[in-house]
């Protein structure tokens, strides 16, 4: 069976730090674009970062650029999302999500990505 776990969100103040991270099981996503997507309450799942299968092709959310940086760990089946300088309208469920397919395209819409974690709630007080 494969899973996508999340772990790493918890509250914090805005301008604090948090580190997310998704391990996968049941099968490797090495070769595969993964990315983060969250969200709010009442509010459509936006996309956050994407990464490519090596690390090297990143794509992020304007909102977010600057302050989030996705990286992978192929080794141990894992992606990250370290977010700094976080703001209040950060506050979300932020899920991971890898996409079956091997095309390299770093995907930005969730429709593209076939495999979700369950997520982790983000909670950024003023």
């Known amino acids: 069976q494969v899973q996508l776990v999340e772990s790493g969100g918890g509250l914090v103040q805005a301008g604090g730090s948090l580190r997310l991270s998704c391990t996968a099981s049941?099968?490797?996503?090495?070769?595969?674009?993964m990315g983060w997507f969250r969200q709010a309450p009442e509010r459509e799942r936006e996309f956050v970062a994407a990464i490519d299968w090596n690390g090297v092709v990143t794509r992020y959310a304007e909102s977010v650029k600057g302050r989030f940086t996705i990286s992978r760990d192929n080794a141990k089946n894992t992606l990250y999302l370290q977010m700094h300088s976080l703001k209040p309208e950060d506050t979300a469920i932020y899920y991971c999500?890898?996409?079956?397919?091997?095309?390299?395209?770093?995907?930005?819409?969730?429709?593209?990505?076939?495999?979700w974690g369950q997520g982790t709630q983000v909670t950024v007080s003023s």
């Open positions: 999500a890898a996409d079956e397919h091997i095309s390299g395209l770093v995907r930005i819409a969730a429709a593209s990505y076939e495999y």
């Open positions: 049941g099968r490797t996503f090495s070769r595969n674009d």
